[in-house]
């Protein structure tokens, strides 16, 4: 019942800035923590950044600290993530997810967006 559709991907050279967006439908928004993960080809999907159903509370992986920044508009149904001097490690498909109780690990996910390629060049 609940709907996550990213948008935003693209290519980019490194140094370059990118800004994704999640838009929710189907359920209350201010209900779900919300966040940002990635998966590069043959990796595992790692936590990039999260915040409570408020806004107010954020977290980051330790890679992207200082460099993104993760935000809500409960008014819209969307998640922000402000993405910095973007470096070609940062290439992956990043996904929106939404959890009732959290979202810094996979397994808290209850719902997931179907992902936009990002793609930092040298």
């Known amino acids: 019942q609940v709907q996550l559709v990213e948008s935003g991907g693209g290519l980019v050279q490194a140094g370059g800035s990118l800004r994704l967006s999640c838009a929710v439908s189907g359920r209350t928004f201010r209900s779900y923590a919300m966040g940002w993960f990635r998966q590069a080809p043959g990796k595992v999907r790692e936590f990039v950044a999260a915040?409570?159903?408020?806004?107010?509370?954020?977290m980051y992986a330790e890679s992207v600290k200082g460099r993104f920044t993760i935000s809500r508009d409960n008014a819209k149904n969307t998640v922000y993530l402000q993405m910095n001097s973007l470096k070609p490690d940062d290439t992956a498909v990043y996904y929106c997810?939404?959890?009732?109780?959290?979202?810094?690990?996979?397994?808290?996910?209850?719902?997931w967006g179907q992902g936009t390629q990002v793609t930092v060049s040298s």
């Open positions: 915040c409570s159903w408020s806004g107010s509370s954020t």
């Open positions: 997810a939404a959890g009732l109780m959290s979202v810094v690990v996979v397994k808290e996910v209850d719902y």
